[in-house]
């Protein structure tokens, strides 16, 4: 397996598996997350939510991206990334309620080069589980990264991270 000589993490082309630490959703981070961000009635009420389509309070979608993103970040991240360039292929399969754990999972990352040179574009597909296996989100990101060198480590060291 290729690893990234920065971190010892797994590089570009390594298969990262399953993130190992799950997320509990809580109905406490699902109305804060929709106060601000989606407030719609079945993600800030659980009254109103009975009523609604699903029957009670679920997750923003949005929510589950943004936390799926972190997670898979936290335990993996994608060595030599350099800029995030977009999403593709978002499904929300199933609602998120409150009580869920959710676990990540990225594939292997693959790559094409750019026309400027010590430049791949990486996609990632990432698939979010609850605490039964079930998916309830897959999305691929599109990520720009360091080329990878002939020995199929990650291209040049970024400052990533440095929140951490």
């Given at each position: 397996?290729?690893?990234?000589?920065?971190?010892?993490?797994?590089?570009?082309?390594?298969?990262?598996?399953?993130?190992?630490?799950?997320?509990?959703?809580?109905?406490?981070?699902?109305?804060?997350?929709?106060?601000?961000?989606?407030?719609?009635?079945?993600?800030?009420?659980?009254?109103?939510?009975?009523?609604?389509?699903?029957?009670?309070?679920?997750?923003?979608?949005?929510?589950?991206?943004?936390?799926?993103?972190?997670?898979?970040?936290?335990?993996e991240?994608?060595?030599?990334?350099?800029?995030?360039?977009?999403?593709?292929?978002?499904?929300?399969?199933?609602?998120?309620?409150?009580?869920?754990?959710?676990?990540?999972?990225?594939?292997?990352?693959t790559?094409?080069?750019?026309?400027?040179?010590?430049?791949?574009?990486?996609?990632?597909?990432?698939?979010?589980?609850?605490?039964?296996?079930?998916?309830?989100?897959?999305?691929?990101?599109?990520?720009?990264?360091?080329?990878?060198?002939?020995?199929?480590?990650?291209g040049?060291?970024?400052?990533?991270?440095?929140?951490?």
């Amino acid at each position: 397996m290729p690893s990234d000589p920065r971190s010892g993490g797994p590089g570009i082309g390594a298969d990262p598996g399953p993130v190992p630490a799950g997320h509990l959703v809580t109905e406490r981070e699902i109305v804060g997350f929709a106060r601000q961000w989606d407030p719609r009635p079945f993600h800030l009420d659980r009254a109103e939510a009975a009523t609604s389509v699903f029957g009670e309070l679920v997750a923003s979608g949005l929510h589950i991206l943004a936390a799926s993103y972190r997670q898979w970040l936290d335990a993996e991240g994608l060595p030599g990334a350099m800029a995030g360039l977009g999403l593709d292929r978002v499904r929300w399969l199933r609602p998120v309620r409150p009580g869920d754990t959710l676990r990540v999972t990225g594939s292997a990352p693959t790559t094409r080069p750019t026309a400027t040179p010590g430049r791949d574009v990486a996609r990632v597909d990432l698939t979010t589980s609850d605490q039964h296996g079930r998916p309830v989100m897959t999305a691929t990101l599109v990520v720009l990264v360091g080329a990878a060198a002939p020995d199929g480590t990650a291209g040049p060291p970024t400052d990533q991270h440095t929140d951490r």
